[in-house]
């Protein structure tokens, strides 16, 4: 992609911008996007193929992706603005790498998100990736929460209210545990249920990742515990960004086929090393039918169940087995292959949760 100049500046304001806490969400525009970078090397700035959507559009391909420095991209999401959401970040192919979201903030019109991509020790690389974009208000619908864990070292704080969400009203809070580096819960009350959904992406510039380790009602809240490690796999304070749904997508959006519908399934694929099996109903939610077939170690086949041309994957490890998993490759609109490695870089077995949502469809 092509390398600004002046791309030091950007990053330093819009890194300053979204770390600004304020004390209640921000105006709209409430939207969502997603986004496949699939040209990471291009000689230009692009606007991605087919798997991408914005609701300020959701009929015209707008959003827009720029190179600025090795492994480092902004992603213009047209309508969007708003110091206010969230993202998640999942990387694309079959190497090694990973990648976070370095910040988000306003860019005139539009909502510019810095992704970070970085190799198995944590130097920048060039990358592909799925990115979603999710900006909420209001109470009511499925049991959905977000949140963007700013202060990585405090024993307990409420996340801005700007960068949070809960559909029951209420405010989530975080807690790091004690004496453990990069160990969090986050409390999301009112939403207490059985199974259910996560997605997890690191925050910032270094080479620190961050996975689900559980997530379970406690009364009437749900917790969810979050675990980062730096680039090696040690446990590590960092920033991160959690999305939780139960029975929709993580948008909080309509699902086919009603009025607003998004074509939308989530599974838990939590028997690594099973040839064949179809995920614990609970931790799945689905429009069709759905598989995972394990085709060697670290890699699986995942039949997501619902054909919904461009739409959007996201991948989340599950554990402290020190194993990062990713979308290898899209095999059809409803056909994914996910690929896990350690951080020596060799394929491993490993547990994680997919996501899928799709554009609009008219009901």
Known sequence: MRRL???VTVVAVAAAAVLTPSAAQAAGPYGAAFVWL?????AMCIVPG????NSSAPFQFRNEVCGLDVGLYSVDLPGQAARAGTVQVTAYGSDTAYCKVQSW????DNQRVLVRCLDRRGTPTD???VLTYNNRSGSGGKPLAYVFANQPTNASYTPPANYQYNSSGALNTITRSPGEPGVYTVNAP????TGGHVQVTAYGTGGEWCTAWNWTASGTAERIQVRCYNAAGAPADSRFTMSFVKDGNIFGYGVCCSADGHPTSYLYANKPTVASYEPAAAYRFLSGTSGITRLGAGRYEVNYGWASVGGAVNVTSVGGNGARCKVESFESDEVAV????????TLADAPFLLHHVGPFVIG
Do not use: K, L, M
């Open 127 to 129: 990358s592909r990736f």
């Open 38 to 42: 699939d040209t990471p090397d291009a």
């Open 105 to 108: 903030a306003p860019s005139g």
């Open 338 to 345: 996910v690929v896990c490695h350690n951080t020596a870089g």
């Open 5 to 7: 100049a002046g791309a």
């Open 190 to 193: 009112g939403i207490g249920t």
């Open 50 to 53: 087919e798997r991408q959507w």
